[in-house]
């Protein structure tokens, strides 16, 4: 199993990107989803999270502005990125916890960093 997220770039202040990040691999289910981001320097923090059932919470910096929604049937999960700020730049991490085939309790996974910059 592994997650593969793309999408980042770089994006001027005031501009949208969207990142996405699908899960591959011998998958029975996935329960939560969501994305972290890491700055230069800074430790790694939350940013927002959704449910199996499409309930989602977010870092409150970014509610209003970012808006995180998946795709059950194709195992993916996205950010999408509105009004960004340089304070958001950053690596940003996707995560989820999967239930695989073999398996009846879910297992943490990470995605690779996908690198957002906003600048002018």
């Known amino acids: 199993v592994q997650l593969q997220a793309s999408g980042g770039g770089l994006v001027q202040p005031g501009g949208s990107l969207t990142l996405s990040c699908a899960a591959s691999?011998?998958?029975?289910?996935?329960?939560?989803m969501g994305w972290y981001r890491q700055a230069p320097g800074k430790q790694r923090e939350w940013v927002a999270s959704?449910?199996?059932?499409?309930?989602?919470n977010y870092k409150g910096s970014v509610k209003g502005r970012f808006i995180i929604s998946r795709d059950n049937a194709k195992n993916t999960v996205y950010l999408q990125m509105n009004t960004l700020e340089p304070e958001d730049t950053a690596a940003y991490y996707c995560?989820?916890?999967?239930?695989?085939?073999?398996?009846?309790?879910?297992?943490?996974?990470w995605g690779q960093g996908t690198l957002v910059t906003v600048s002018s």
């Open positions: 959704i449910t199996s059932g499409g309930a989602s």
């Open positions: 691999g011998s998958i029975r289910s996935i329960n939560g």
């Open positions: 995560n989820a916890y999967i239930v695989r085939l073999l398996d009846r309790a879910p297992t943490n996974y």
